[in-house]
């Protein structure tokens, strides 16, 4: 399962894609605004520093502003993703994106049927929002579950790409679930790496080895 950074901080992408767990990196627009950066700049930044796939998402709601925009966040770099939304005009733009080679990510996915026609319009990826669905007393995991039946059905090579995830377990079920991917925000992905029994267990292995008086190096 690839795991993904949704995150536009570039010294919180640094630090954690240090541990080499990180393979690509999504933002959208309520995170660029939460930089305070030109999204060009950001962009640019974000992937000079990890080698997968970048999602920059368009903010025109017409198909021609769509293609506009994704054409030039494109040429940004070679491991740029558009993202466009799942409304009508961004799956034609998807499939234009697609005919020319540029890979999309589409995103806000709240049912299996509109899953069904992004990867009928050629996207990449596919974002189905599970915390958000959640929030809302939906059955985010169950999304999951339902578009990866399609998706094998029917042999699309879509990505399934679980967004909006809010905590570890969310992680643990989109993986049982047949995720090809999560992304998700940096203080979920460092608790990824906790556990108290884990921390716990660790402080007596310590005490007992510094009893031995030995070095292993
Ligand atoms: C990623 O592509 C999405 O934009 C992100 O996961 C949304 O998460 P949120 O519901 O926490 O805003």
């Known amino acids: 399962m690839q795991l993904f950074l949704d995150t536009t901080d570039t010294a919180i992408l640094k630090d954690l894609a ?38 920059a998402e368009v903010a025109a709601m017409d198909v021609a502003g769509m293609l506009a925009e994704g054409r030039k966040l494109a040429a940004v770099a070679h491991n740029v993703v558009v993202k466009a939304p799942l409304t009508r005009e961004g799956l034609i733009a998807t499939a234009e994106f697609a005919r020319e080679g540029i890979q999309v990510n589409v995103t806000l996915c709240f049912t299996a049927a509109q899953a ?8 990449a990826y596919i974002s189905p929002f599970i915390g958000r669905l959640d929030d809302y007393g939906a059955d985010g995991m169950g999304l999951i579950s339902e578009i990866r039946a399609i998706y094998d059905n029917y042999d699309f090579d879509t990505e399934i790409l679980a967004a909006s ?29 906790k556990h108290p029994l884990t921390e716990k267990g660790l402080e007596q292995f310590m005490s007992d080895w510094a009893k031995t008086g030995q070095s292993i190096v």
């Open 165 to 193: 995830i809010r905590n570890p377990a969310h992680v643990t079920a989109a993986a049982l679930a047949g995720a090809d991917c999560a992304t998700i925000p940096p203080n979920v992905f460092q608790d990824l790496f």
């Open 116 to 123: 069904l026609l992004a990867a009928k319009a050629g996207a």
């Open 18 to 55: 240090a541990t080499g767990l990180v393979d690509g990196v999504t933002t959208n627009p309520t995170l660029i605004a939460k930089s305070g950066r030109p999204m060009l700049e950001v962009i640019a930044e974000i992937c000079s520093l990890v080698e997968g796939p970048v999602s």
